[in-house]
């Protein structure tokens, strides 16, 4: 074979893998169309207890780690602030709206060590699992950058009653 032939052979595979890998996230922004983050602000009023700077890493169903959804402004990795309020959470991704997460919405708080394309020391992740919308329980992982996952999941599980999470001391 021809230096051309192997290049248009290559060129040709490269294409078609973009394509592939395009029509399957277009199936899965068709896929997850119906979920919405819950947008908005912290209610006037709410005080802040504590603020994280974190890496975002993913949304996926609850319980399955490795199942990204492709909801509304939490479709793709991205630093972010996390406020953690008497109300409730509120994640502030670079360049999104935010996304405010009421006390009563989250349903459980723990730490991980995989979601989607990371894998970290064991419990460098923190898992906060909240509910949709629609009642779909979904799995939001962060990533804190200048302290320990403990530190995110334990000022989470400070605001929600003792029967919400098991991972309250």
Do not use: C, N
């Amino acid at each position: 074979m021809t230096r051309e032939g192997a290049l248009a052979v290559i060129v040709v595979v490269a294409v078609a893998l973009l394509a592939l890998l395009a029509w399957a996230w277009w199936r899965r922004t068709r896929r997850d169309a119906d979920l919405a983050a819950p947008v908005g602000e912290i209610p006037a009023g709410a005080a802040t207890l504590s603020e994280f700077p974190t890496l975002y890493v993913a949304t996926t169903r609850h319980g399955e780690p490795l199942e990204r959804l492709a909801i509304g402004g939490l479709g793709f990795r991205s630093r972010s602030d996390v406020t953690v309020t008497d109300a409730g959470v509120a994640l502030d991704l670079t360049g999104k709206p935010r996304v405010f997460l009421a006390a009563d919405r989250i349903q459980d708080v723990g730490q991980a060590t995989v979601a989607i394309d990371r894998v970290v020391e064991p419990e460098g992740l923190v898992r906060l699992a909240w509910r949709l919308d629609d009642g779909t329980v979904v799995d939001s992982y962060l990533r804190p950058q200048d302290a320990s996952a403990r530190a995110l999941a334990d000022a989470v599980a400070g605001i929600l009653p003792p029967t919400q999470t098991g991972t309250r001391p």
